[in-house]
């Protein structure tokens, strides 16, 4: 570096350095900016959900229950654990009204020649009996 530069560089005001330039943008008082648009994703709609029955005891499920042909699924309360359990059986069809017999631990539809048993076992199962 030559000495006038260097006589320039430690003249100068520490002031001017440190600051840059101001540059002159003119204003529009009439013209206003317009914000870019802001997208906004929907809300997922509200699908509502039923709460599931209330599970019904033994007695409940036989004095209420229509004995008709074809595949059944209820919740009851095992009469045991005292848990709601999923029960699952199948009546027959074409054979008329069956008799029904509640026990402790057992439902039971007698058609005459065919039988359907709900048997409640001691470790929290159901097993049904086609016979």
Known sequence: MNSL??????????SAAAHPPVVYRPTYPDRVLAAPPVVVAP?????PVEPPPRPMTVAEFARCFQPTPGHHSVWLIHPVTCRPVQVCFTLPAGC?????RVHRREVEFDYGRREVEIHFRHNGTVTVDYE
């Open 5 to 14: 530069l260097l006589g320039l560089a430690l003249t100068a005001s520490p």
């Open 43 to 47: 809300a997922p709609p509200i699908i």
């Open 96 to 100: 008329g009204c069956p008799k029904v």
